[in-house]
Structures are given as C-alpha cells and as structure tokens.
C-alpha cells in the first residue's frame, strides 16, 4: 500500500482550521506534514521515518534525543565556564621579563582604570554577561520545555532566537587574544601567549552555540496540542 504524499513549497502558506477562543494552535505535525531538515521541502501524509523524496534525508517531525543532548552540552558548557573566567586568559612577557596574567575580569578591570570604558564595557558585555545570558536562557527553555510549560511561549521564542543571534559575538576575547598574540611579538622587549583560560572560553562559546543549535524551539509549542511524548524523547 503506497502513502499519498503531496509536496508543498517551504514558504507556501498553508490554511489551518479557524480557532475559536483561543482554541490549540495548528502547527505542521497537528496537521500531518514534515518538513526536511536538509532541503525545506514540506511533505504531508508521509510515513513514520520516511525519507525526502528531493534529497533522500530521513524525515522526523522534531529533533531526535534534542532535550537530552542539549542537556549533555549545556552542563559541559556550565563546567567549562569556571576555568574560562578563573584561569589567565592573556600572558605578557615584557622587558624585563616580568610575566603578567590576565583574566577576563583583571583585563576588564585594567582597560576602566586606563580610562577605555568603552572598551571596557564592550568586553564585560560580550565576554562575561553574553555567555551567562546563554546558559541562563538555555536552561530555562529546557526547564520549561521538559514540564510541558505553557507560561509565555510568545516571550520564550523570542529568546531563543536573541540566543541563536548573539552567540558568535562571544568570541570577542578570542579574537583580541588572537590579535594582540600576532601583533604584540616583539623580542626583547614584549611578548603576548594566550592563557589557558582562552580554550576554556571558547569552548563555552562553541558548546553554548551548539546547544541553541541542538534544542528545537518547536517542542515548547506542543504543550498546545498534547503531542505525544515520543516527540521529547
């Protein structure tokens, strides 16, 4: 027996019953159709772990084993987020050879004793309270998502996405270490190393990253039609 499949554009609107009082929200699975992670194309009526009829890649209706490894990745992010803010991140030998060790906070408190707020605020900013931001909103997205929460989906979508676009500029410690190390060589008189603490820092901003990427903001909309639990498995 063949299954009727029909394929719909990915950006083809697609009319939904009309909801009265605030009735479930219709959403792709409520009303039988996948969409290929590979290719975006929408099929309907397909079956269970079918394949892209485009593209041959496997179809599933939400990200499999997406709350446990999102989970999995965010605890390693909130190990690794001690030492990246605890050990030197920047070591700078200089004439005649004394040896400095900076952290996060020290370059920080450094940069607004010399008068550069700014720049100073730039890196709290994007080195220290983006990656705490992160992991906070990650892991009440998780909470809430698992207790099948229906308290402000609207709000938490919007953090997801604030999550998903502002993850990269973490690396901006990164990419002054890595400046001031190539630029700052200078024999004899200065020489800049990066700390341990820099692969402790990117490996936060590279788990936290992957963990928005891991999780699928889909499952916190299906408290609104009683989806069955294998979708959060």
Request: net charge neutral; charged share 15%.
């Amino acid at each position: 027996m063949t299954t009727d499949r029909t394929v719909l554009s990915a950006d083809q609107p697609v009319e939904a019953e009309p909801t009265v009082n605030a009735s479930p929200i219709r959403t792709a699975g409520r009303l039988g159709m996948v969409s290929c992670h590979h290719c975006a194309i929408l099929w309907k009526d397909v079956n269970a772990h079918g394949r892209c009829g485009c593209c041959g890649a496997k179809l599933y209706m939400r990200k499999p084993g997406s709350l446990y490894r999102t989970w999995a990745l965010l605890i390693a992010a909130c190990i690794m987020y001690i030492p990246a803010n605890t050990l030197p991140v920047m070591i700078t030998l200089s004439f005649p050879r004394a040896e400095q060790q900076d952290t996060i906070m020290s370059g920080i408190v450094y940069f607004w004793n010399s008068g550069s707020w700014v720049l100073a605020l730039i890196v709290f900013i994007a080195s220290f309270l983006v990656p705490l931001f992160k992991l906070a909103v990650i892991i009440l997205l998780l909470i809430t998502t698992q207790r099948r929460s229906s308290w402000r989906l609207l709000e938490r979508a919007k953090l997801y996405r604030i999550v998903d676009v502002i993850g990269r500029w973490s690396m901006l410690d990164v990419f002054v270490v890595t400046l001031l190390t190539g630029l700052v060589q200078i024999e004899g008189f200065a020489v800049v190393h990066p700390g341990p603490g820099i692969a402790a820092f990117a490996a936060v901003v590279v788990l936290t990253m992957s963990a928005s990427i891991s999780f699928d903001p889909r499952l916190m909309w299906d408290v609104t039609e009683h989806e069955s639990e294998d979708l959060y498995e």
